[in-house]
């Protein structure tokens, strides 16, 4: 478990929005960074303690890494307004991210400048050591679970999208050849690892058409969707297109005297089959030629157990 602490204006928005990235564990909204201890909120609000209204964030580091959290923070945030976010204005309502392990304030001040390059106006958010953070009173702790119509100065859109926000390179880090080893099955370890080819009709997934999504064997990342898988007749799974097109690599494939290219998982490294350009033209012309034991199938009724209820929307879309 981390912790970090990000003041976005009104904590009431930013702890909601917090909340629901995956990954972090906990939130709770505070006071930090003042010059009083024990500040209430009318203290902070009136009598010019220096607090910030802050959001202390416990998260995963092995499913969020610290550089993708900011990177959703500064999403919800004007980060060059100084002492304003939305229609709150004070110095309590800067933006600030407050560290406790130093070796977290690289990570920030590389975030910070990567920020900095797509900003016009100088970034102004405050990067500190934290200097003491006092939990807000139990009426302001999940305060927009308790008052859904309650003020917020974040889009609502950003909360619809913010369960989505999955840090696939940490979430889906492959395990080591010799973890694998022990995981997988011989067949599945020689055709990831060693781009072995399976026999064509002899496969587990060639004539499966049920509605889900078929993940990565190695890693668990979702690839590919049942929505986007046709009969090609070939005697592999075959599949119009990938999730997204990041999700996969192609590389230049000159074995066996024939000039194809090879389709490989962009975060597990594994080899997953070949793309070939003789796909239906109604479905955009590609054939993604996948090896069943490459991949992993998990039904729609299974999906929202199995953590990838996020993408049951893509299940049944046209």
């Not at 969707?225 to 592999?236: P, V, Y």
């Amino acid at each position: 478990m981390k912790t970090i602490y990000l003041a976005g204006g009104c904590f009431w928005g930013t702890e909601k929005y917090l909340s629901l990235i995956p990954g972090v564990v906990s939130t709770e909204t505070g006071y930090a960074n003042g010059h009083t201890e024990n500040p209430c909120y009318e203290d902070v609000c009136r009598n010019d303690t220096g607090h910030a209204e802050t959001v202390r964030v416990n998260y995963d580091p092995s499913k969020l890494s610290l550089t993708f959290l900011l990177e959703r923070f500064f999403e919800v945030i004007d980060p060059t307004s100084l002492n304003r976010q939305g229609g709150d204005i004070g110095a309590q309502y800067r933006t600030g991210i407050y560290f406790c392990d130093k070796a977290d304030e690289e990570i920030i001040l590389g975030s910070i400048a990567l920020l900095q390059e797509s900003c016009i106006k100088p970034v102004v958010i405050e990067v500190m050591p934290l200097a003491g953070f006092y939990p807000a009173e139990e009426y302001h702790q999940k305060y927009l679970d308790k008052n859904p119509g309650g003020y917020c100065h974040i889009d609502s859109a950003k909360f619809e999208t913010a369960h989505r926000s999955i840090d696939e390179a940490t979430l889906y880090r492959p395990p080591d050849k010799d973890a694998l080893r022990g995981s997988l099955t011989e067949l599945q370890f020689e055709v990831t690892q060693n781009g072995a080819t399976e026999a064509p009709f002899r496969n587990e997934y060639y004539d499966e058409f049920k509605p889900g999504v078929y993940v990565d064997v190695t890693t668990g990342e979702p690839l590919f969707m049942s929505a986007d898988k046709f009969e090609s007749n070939c005697g592999w799974p075959s599949f119009s297109s990938p999730i997204r097109g990041d999700l996969v690599t192609g590389l230049p494939d000159h074995s066996h005297g024939r000039e194809r290219v090879e389709v490989r998982s962009s975060h597990g490294d594994a080899h997953l089959g070949h793309v070939f350009e003789d796909g239906p033209e109604e479905l955009g012309g590609l054939r993604y030629c996948i090896n069943s034991a490459a991949l992993r199938f998990i039904p729609k009724d299974q999906m929202a157990q199995a953590g990838y209820g996020h993408l049951l929307p893509l299940v049944d879309k046209a």
